[in-house]
């Protein structure tokens, strides 16, 4: 077994595409979908920039990179993506964006596991609590 680490700003638009591409060459078996950005603070007070940015991160990336692996997981038959929640997937004062970011990647995984398991395809996803 091979390790290979592939570096990329995941916020920057398109990058977890390319990210996709960069592994195609590879026989990845796991993914461990980990990317995530907090903001903590007053909803109305968060800049669009600091929403974007989240957005980006916490669900674009994370979406698009279950998608480029899945999709190869399917058709070779086997192997498992792993989610990484929070706590923080609940409603909740002062972190209502990161907090429904975080319930998107909940739902995501809970629903691909429905979706690929017929394919042979393991979605587990951990929950981490706040520090």
Excluded at 1 to 9: E, R
Excluded at 20 to 43: C, K, P, T
Excluded at 47 to 67: F, G, H, K, M, Y
Excluded at 68 to 96: D, H, K, M, Q, W
Aim: aromatic fraction near 10%; charged fraction near 20%; include cysteine.
């Amino acid at each position: 077994m091979a390790t290979h680490v592939i570096q990329a700003d995941l916020m920057k638009a398109g990058a977890a595409t390319e990210v996709g591409a960069a592994v195609a060459e590879f026989d990845v078996g796991l993914l461990v979908n980990n990317a995530g950005v907090e903001y903590f603070g007053a909803y109305c007070n968060a800049t669009p920039e600091e929403i974007d940015r989240l957005i980006a991160l916490n669900v674009t990336a994370v979406s698009q990179l279950a998608r480029a692996v899945g999709v190869r997981l399917a058709r070779r038959g086997r192997g498992e993506i792993i989610f990484v929640s929070s706590f923080a997937a609940r409603p909740g004062p002062y972190s209502a964006l990161y907090n429904a970011s975080k319930t998107f990647v909940s739902t995501l995984s809970v629903s691909l596991r429905y979706e690929l398991r017929e394919y042979g395809v393991e979605i587990e996803y951990l929950i981490r609590p706040r520090q």
